[in-house]
């Protein structure tokens, strides 16, 4: 779906010579949230950086052998289900026959066995292609990509889970396409394009800088957040005393940073704001690293509010409002109670529970089927628009 990809690259480079210039002072002041390029560029590792060679990975399995709890929580999570081959997608299987008429064109998405292929049909004749990949765990839905010849394309229609059925693809125009390839798909343009959908939804698919789906794991796995690992398994099974410094782990990195880090694929404030992605309404909901750090409370740059303060990265989404409560209690008094060095934020004179049910609102943008958590951590007024 290509809303959740990045946009205007030109814009973007344009923002990094002039970030690059200044890298060397935003190392050193740290707390500045980059461009993710940037990041990408630096030294060490970063997610979605192609750079390490196939051999410098080892696999979750061999990660699963000493984090056994670790992975069995991981493998019930959505991102570990970003990407499937079609043959392995559950809700293909579950909905063998599915189809969309959008003016003149009829679509039908079939799935026997292990194969699924889109077919459109209108009175000028028909085409159809075999489909590849299933993009999409299916929170909000599932989007298909296939080949032809060496170019790639995004299917123009996708499943949605809220409808149960198909509907126009977001970010394809929803006007009638001229023409029936243009109804079948999308071309990838720049080739690139293709390499970051796989860079964040897969694990690997980019080694020695040599962009190769057919190599992909399938979703983000431990070293697609952690880095190649073969080397911090092979020290550990030696009882080197080196072993855990060999493996990146985020939690390392300062507030800003590891934001960043989940803006890698998540984006960045920097990422949004450097390509056009302000001022183009709720679309812009699903980039919680840009909506959170706009809040008030994101101000300190406190670790107490990135990322990883509400959510396990190892364990699926909690989706219990109260569960949050905790997280806000860290700075902000109960109402009637004194404030101290450590919780100085004022308290609330409405609620003292299900903070987030107030403060972080859930929208549902045009045409998605799915609604979203605004991450921008604020009072919300009726009457007033949503802040973009
Ligand atoms: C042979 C056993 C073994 C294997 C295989 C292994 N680890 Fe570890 N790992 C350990 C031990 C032991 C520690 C130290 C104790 C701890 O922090 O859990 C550790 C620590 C870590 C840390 C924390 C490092 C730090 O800075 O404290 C991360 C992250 C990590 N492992 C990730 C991975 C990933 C990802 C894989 C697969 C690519 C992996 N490990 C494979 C044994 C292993
Ligand atoms: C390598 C890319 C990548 C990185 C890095 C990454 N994510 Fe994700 N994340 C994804 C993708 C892709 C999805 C969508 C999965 C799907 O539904 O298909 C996702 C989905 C999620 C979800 C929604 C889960 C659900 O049940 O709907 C949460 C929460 C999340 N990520 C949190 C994080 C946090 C926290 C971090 C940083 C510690 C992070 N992510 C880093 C790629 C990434
Ligand atoms: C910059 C990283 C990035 C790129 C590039 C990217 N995605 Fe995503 N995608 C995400 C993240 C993060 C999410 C989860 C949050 C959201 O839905 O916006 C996601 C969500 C999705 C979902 C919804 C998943 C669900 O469970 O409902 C689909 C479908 C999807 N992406 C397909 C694609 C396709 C197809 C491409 C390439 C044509 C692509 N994405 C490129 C990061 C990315
Ligand atoms: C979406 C990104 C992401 C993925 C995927 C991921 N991790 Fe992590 N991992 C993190 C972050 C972020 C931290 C630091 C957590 C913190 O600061 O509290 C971490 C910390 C760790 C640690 C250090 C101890 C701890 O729990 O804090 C280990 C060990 C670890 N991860 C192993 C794994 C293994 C094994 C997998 C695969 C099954 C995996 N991780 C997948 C992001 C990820
Ligand atoms: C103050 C707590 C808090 C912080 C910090 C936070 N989140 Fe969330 N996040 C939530 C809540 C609450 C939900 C909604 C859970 C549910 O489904 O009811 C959510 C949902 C999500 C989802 C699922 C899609 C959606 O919009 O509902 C993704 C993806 C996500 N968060 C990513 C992130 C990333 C990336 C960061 C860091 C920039 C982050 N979150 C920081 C509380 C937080
Ligand atoms: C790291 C500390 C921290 C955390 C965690 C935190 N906040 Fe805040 N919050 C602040 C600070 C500081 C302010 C600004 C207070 C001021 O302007 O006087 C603020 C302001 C607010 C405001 C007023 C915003 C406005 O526009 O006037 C609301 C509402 C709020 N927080 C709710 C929450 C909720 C709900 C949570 C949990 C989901 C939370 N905060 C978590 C520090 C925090
Ligand atoms: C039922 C909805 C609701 C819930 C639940 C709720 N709030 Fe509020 N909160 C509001 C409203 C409305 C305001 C604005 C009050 C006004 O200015 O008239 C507000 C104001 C605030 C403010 C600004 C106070 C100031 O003096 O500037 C903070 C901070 C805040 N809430 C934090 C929280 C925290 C923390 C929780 C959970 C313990 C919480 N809220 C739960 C509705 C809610």
Not at 127 to 137: H, M, Y
Not at 284 to 295: G, I, K, Q, T
């Amino acid at each position: 779906m290509r809303v959740c990809r990045p946009r205007g690259l030109l814009l973007l480079f344009a923002l990094l010579a002039v970030v690059s210039a200044r890298l060397a002072i935003a190392q050193a002041i740290s707390g500045i949230s980059l461009p993710t390029p940037v990041r990408v560029g630096n030294p060490g590792w970063w997610p979605t950086k192609g750079e390490a060679a196939r051999e410098e990975y080892v696999g979750a399995t061999e990660c699963a052998g000493c984090h056994g709890s670790t992975a069995a929580s991981y493998r019930n999570t959505a991102m570990a289900h970003a990407v499937a081959h079609v043959g392995d997608s559950e809700s293909l299987r579950q909905h063998a026959q599915l189809t969309f008429q959008d003016g003149p064109f009829h679509y039908l998405l079939e799935t026997s066995g292990d194969k699924s292929g889109l077919r459109v049909n209108s009175e000028a004749g028909a085409v159809s292609a075999d489909l590849l990949w299933a993009f999409g765990a299916g929170r909000m839905g599932q989007t298909y990509l296939y080949q032809q010849k060496e170019d790639w394309f995004e299917s123009r229609v996708s499943f949605f889970s809220e409808v149960q059925g198909l509907d126009i693809t977001p970010g394809h125009v929803r006007s009638i396409p001229g023409s029936l390839s243009g109804a079948l798909g999308l071309k990838q343009d720049p080739p690139t394009e293709i390499r970051r959908c796989f860079g964040c939804h897969t694990t690997a698919s980019a080694t020695d800088n040599h962009f190769d789906p057919a190599d992909a794991v399938p979703g983000v796995n431990c070293e697609a957040c952690h880095g190649p690992g073969a080397l911090h398994a092979r020290a550990m099974k030696a009882g080197e005393a080196s072993a855990k410094q060999l493996i990146f782990n985020p939690a390392h990195l300062d507030p800003v940073e590891q934001v960043d880090f989940c803006g890698a694929c998540h984006r960045t404030w920097q990422d949004v704001v450097g390509t056009g992605l302000t001022g183009v309404g709720m679309l812009n909901v699903r980039f919680a690293p840009y909506r959170l750090e706009n809040s008030k409370c994101w101000r300190q740059q406190d670790g107490r509010l990135s990322c990883v303060a509400c959510h396990n990265p190892h364990k699926p989404l909690v989706r219990d409002a109260n569960t949050y409560d905790a997280v806000c209690e860290q700075c902000h008094v109960a109402r009637g109670m004194k404030k101290t060095a450590a919780r100085a934020a004022p308290a609330c004179p409405v609620a003292t529970k299900n903070c987030v049910s107030c403060h972080m609102q859930k929208y549902t943008p045009p045409n998605l089927h799915s609604s979203f958590t605004d991450h921008w951590i604020r009072i919300v007024r009726s009457g007033k628009p949503y802040p973009d």
